[in-house]
C-alpha cells in the first residue's frame, strides 16, 4: 500500500524534488507537489494546509539553499512537532547537496543520501529508505559464531566443593589461659578471706572456712585455730 508525500524543497532544487516526487510515484506513492497543482493565481499557504493534513509523512529535500529558506521550515516543523518521538518516522531528510550543518531538529533524524550515486542507486536508496521498518518475509540465515571458549572461571566447579572446617583461634597460648583461669580462682579466695576480715572495732569474731580452720579476729588482730 503507498504512502502519501508532501515534498518540501527550495527552489534551487526544483529539478532534484520533481525527480524524486516523480520516483515516488512511479513505485506506487502519492505525492503532494506545489508546482504540479497550483494553478496561477492559486493561494499557495492554503493548498500548503491542506496538503500537509492530507500527507503521511513529508520529504525535506536537503540542500545549502533548503536549510536557509524562510517557507520551508514552516513546512517540516509543523511535522516534527507532530511526531516528537520520531517513531512515524513523519520528516524524512534526503540530501541531494552536501550541507554542512543541519537545522538541529532535523539533525538527529535518520536521512536518504543521494550524493555521490548514480540514478540507479539513487533510486534504490529513496524507494528502501521510505519503506517502513518490518521483519523480513523469509528466516535470515544461520551463521555459525565462532569465539574463544567461556572462562573456566564463569564455568563453576566440575564436583561438590569439599568442606574444610576452619578453627579460629585468638592468638593466645593455652597454657597461659589455662594460668588466668588458676588465678582467678586464687584471687577469689583472697577475696573471701579478706571479707572475713574485714570487720569493726576490738570485738573478734571467729568464723570456720575451708577445711574445718577456725579464723578469729579482726583488721588489726588476726588469730588462726586450728578445729579439734
Not at 500548503?48 to 500527507?55: H, K, S, V
Not at 534504490?124 to 559464531?145: C, T, Y
Amino acid at each position: 500500500m503507498g504512502q502519501k508525500f508532501f515534498i518540501s524543497f527550495n527552489s534551487a532544487d526544483r529539478d532534484k524534488a520533481h525527480w524524486i516526487a516523480w520516483t515516488l510515484k512511479d513505485a506506487g506513492h502519492e505525492v503532494a507537489v506545489h508546482d504540479w497543482e497550483l494553478p496561477a493565481g492559486g493561494n499557495v499557504p492554503l493548498w500548503m494546509n491542506t496538503r500537509l493534513a492530507w500527507a503521511d509523512r513529508l520529504i525535506a529535500v536537503i540542500s545549502p539553499d533548503y536549510v536557509p529558506s524562510r517557507y520551508s521550515p514552516m513546512e517540516w516543523a509543523s511535522q516534527v512537532w507532530n511526531d516528537p518521538d520520531g517513531m512515524k518516522g513523519s520528516v524524512i531528510p534526503v540530501i541531494v547537496r552536501p550541507t554542512s550543518k543541519m537545522p538541529p531538529l532535523l539533525a538527529g533524524l535518520s536521512r536518504i543520501d543521494l550524493t555521490n550515486c548514480s540514478e540507479d542507486e539513487a533510486r534504490g536508496r529513496l524507494i528502501k529508505g521510505v519503506d517502513m521498518p518490518s521483519p523480513p518475509q523469509l528466516k535470515p540465515a544461520f551463521e555459525k559464531i565462532v569465539g574463544e571458549p567461556p572462562d573456566s572461571q564463569h564455568a563453576g566447579p566440575a564436583e561438590k566443593p569439599t568442606f574444610v572446617r576452619v578453627s579460629v583461634s585468638d592468638g593466645v597460648p593455652r597454657w597461659l589461659k589455662l594460668s588466668a583461669a588458676v588465678a582467678g580462682v586464687v584471687g577469689a579466695v583472697f577475696a573471701a578471706l579478706a571479707f572475713f576480715f574485714a570487720g569493726g572495732g576490738s570485738e573478734r569474731e571467729c568464723k570456720t572456712i575451708f577445711g574445718g580452720t577456725v579464723v578469729c579476729g579482726n583488721a588489726y588482730d588476726q588469730r588462726i585455730q586450728q578445729s579439734n
